[in-house]
């Protein structure tokens, strides 16, 4: 018989942590599942490591991937998967005992939703700005949250989340660029209108060091990620239809480099809007620099390039307080 879930695992040289990932699956309360391990060229013992589990447990099936590289890998592991759903997991990294059992009992009972995923925790360790974007993702449970925050970083840990197999091979499966594969699925089927959300439990332990791909790959550089936020922004509905009108709050120099690339496509904001009193008054190239209240008695559409945490939360209850709603007048972009 086929498994009621796959377990996507790609792995490169994870020898040390590889031990600990395969025994939080072999710990979870569901166990009709398999493990698809693809092994992408490790030289440090991975297949070992691999091997030895698999012979004490036949769920673990051990894979090769074919060419080089994670979104090869996870490609391949997709197309080997028996299941129609695929849970995402990474070798460093460990679940909570319930996590497949709550996943598959919840996209079971809802069909309509394409991508699960929970709440997560750091460890051995967080800095203070992880803590920032780690609070902001935990928050984001309701596919109206994440809808309305996409433009803000990737909404998901992607080994946190269940995915329909069908919605991932309808769509090409993973992306090769230089852009972060997670992030650009997760703008992907939101262009696609997929239903994306969380549950509210912590049902992985997210490792942090220095190894990470989102620290070492220049797929995952600011640059890559304004670039493709610029693609997907461009195209969206709620910003097209209004993009005659709009302005960008943020009129700062990084401000002004990270919504460039929008700005190339063809659009040309109303106003920047600033708090900064030097820069009020000003003109960017012919556009006005306004201060917040410019935007009273106005339903001009407002995309927040602030990048900080705190800030987009004093700009939000701002807007939220003119009347302004979230998704529908204004978008957070990060």
């Not at 994670?70 to 849970?87: C, F, M, Q």
């Not at 679940?95 to 925790?121: N, Y």
């Not at 480099?257 to 008054?281: E, M, V």
Request: glycine fraction near 8%; include cysteine.
């Amino acid at each position: 018989m086929k498994p009621r879930v796959s377990v996507l695992l790609p792995v490169r040289d994870a020898a040390a942590t590889l031990p600990g990932c395969l025994d939080s699956i072999a710990g979870q309360s569901f166990d009709d599942y398999e493990v698809l391990v693809v092994d992408d060229h490790s030289t440090d013992g991975s297949v070992d490591v691999v091997r030895d589990h698999a012979a004490a447990d036949s769920r673990i099936r051990p894979l090769v991937n074919p060419s080089r590289g994670i979104v090869a890998a996870l490609n391949a592991g997709l197309a080997a998967a028996r299941s129609e759903l695929i849970a995402r997991m990474d070798a460093d990294d460990l679940m909570a005992a319930g996590r497949l059992a709550l996943q598959h009992g919840a996209m079971t009972a809802d069909t309509r939703i394409a991508v699960l995923g929970s709440r997560v925790e750091k460890f051995p360790a967080i800095t203070d700005g992880y803590r920032e974007y780690l609070d902001w993702q935990n928050g984001l449970l309701s596919a109206g949250d994440i809808d309305d925050e996409i433009y803000v970083e990737a909404p998901f840990a992607h080994p946190s989340v269940m995915i329909r197999r069908r919605v991932l091979v309808d769509q090409g499966g993973y992306r090769h660029g230089d852009f972060p594969e997670d992030y650009e699925l997760w703008l992907r089927l939101h262009r696609q209108q997929q239903v994306m959300q969380k549950l509210p439990e912590v049902l992985l332990r997210w490792r942090e060091g220095p190894d990470r791909l989102s620290r070492t790959s220049s797929r995952y550089r600011r640059e890559a990620f304004d670039e493709l936020r610029s693609v997907y922004l461009a195209n969206d509905p709620r910003f097209l239809q209004r993009s005659q009108d709009f302005a960008i709050w943020g009129a700062g120099r990084r401000t002004r480099k990270r919504c460039a690339r929008l700005l190339a496509r063809g659009f040309r904001p109303r106003a920047w809007i600033d708090i900064d009193p030097r820069k009020i008054g000003n003109r960017l190239d012919g556009v006005p620099v306004v201060s917040p209240e410019w935007l009273d008695g106005r339903r001009t559409f407002v995309l927040a390039y602030v990048a900080s945490h705190g800030a987009r939360t004093d700009i939000d209850g701002y807007l939220r307080a003119l009347g302004y709603l979230r998704g529908r007048d204004y978008l957070m972009v990060g």
